[in-house]
């Protein structure tokens, strides 16, 4: 079955740089790729996704890529801002086959002041 | 739109008790996802279904845990007998799956503490 593996798992920038946070899938039929934030206390929420026939996807600060011969996608936040610490999850699906989505292990992000 | 419901947000309990968890969907979304989420082991697929039938249940750790959907607006996951090793934030998502995947809008958790 697919595997998503996330890193890092804890990644500290200081407010106003830009953080990035890299997937790896193991799936090629792999075909959906939503990158969540959850912030204490509450689900997971979708920020951003991206399918596998575009390469790059932005929305305001943020962006994802995605290299599908290299199997890996990434979130990029730029001009980070105190509200954008939470923990991200990246996924990934077989989209048109399945509902079913596999999460990464996480990535907690601290924006220092 | 309420979003996904899910009661109760907080339950503690002795080890050995019968632990139920509800959730309700959001009107017209046809799947139906339980997560489990620790420190140690993140976000797990416990179980999800499709139109009310299951469909992956390899996520459930052991018989003590068991999930139903009787119709479109209602699930429940049954832990019994609970274990302290099952104390975790324990997530329903639902989804409109129209043969392709789309956002998966989660509930606020229920956090179980087994004693």
């Known amino acids: 079955g697919e595997n998503v593996e996330q890193h890092p798992s804890t990644l500290s920038v200081q407010e106003g740089d830009s953080a990035v946070i890299k997937c790896t899938y193991s799936?090629?039929?792999?075909?959906?790729f939503p990158w969540y934030k959850q912030e204490l206390g509450k689900g997971p929420q979708l920020i951003i996704d991206?399918?596998?026939?575009?390469g790059e996807k932005k929305d305001q600060r943020i962006a994802v890529t995605l290299n599908k011969t290299a199997k890996h996608f990434s979130l990029h936040i730029t001009e980070t801002q105190p509200e954008d610490s939470a923990v991200y999850f990246c996924?990934?699906?077989?989209?048109?086959?399945?509902?079913?989505?596999?999460f990464g292990k996480g990535t907690r992000l601290h924006i220092l002041p | 739109d309420a979003g996904v419901i899910q009661s109760p947000r907080h339950e503690v309990t002795e080890m050995g008790q019968e632990v139920t968890l509800r959730c309700k969907p959001i009107?017209?979304?046809?799947?139906l996802f339980w997560y489990r989420q620790t420190m140690m082991r993140g976000l797990e697929l416990l179980i999800y279904f499709n139109n009310n039938v299951p469909i992956d249940d390899s996520g459930m750790p052991e018989d003590r845990f068991s999930a139903k959907m009787p119709n479109a607006s209602f699930s429940t996951l049954k832990i019994q007998p609970s274990e302290p090793r099952d104390s975790a934030v324990y997530f329903c998502?639902?989804?409109?799956?129209?043969?392709?995947?789309?956002?998966?809008?989660f509930g606020p958790g229920t956090r179980l503490t087994v004693l």
């Open positions: 998502a639902s989804i409109r799956f129209q043969g392709h995947t789309d956002t998966q809008y």
């Open positions: 009107s017209g979304h046809n799947s």
């Open positions: 996924a990934a699906s077989m989209g048109d086959r399945d509902d079913k989505i596999i």
């Open positions: 991206i399918r596998s026939n575009v």
């Open positions: 799936d090629s039929a792999s075909n959906y």
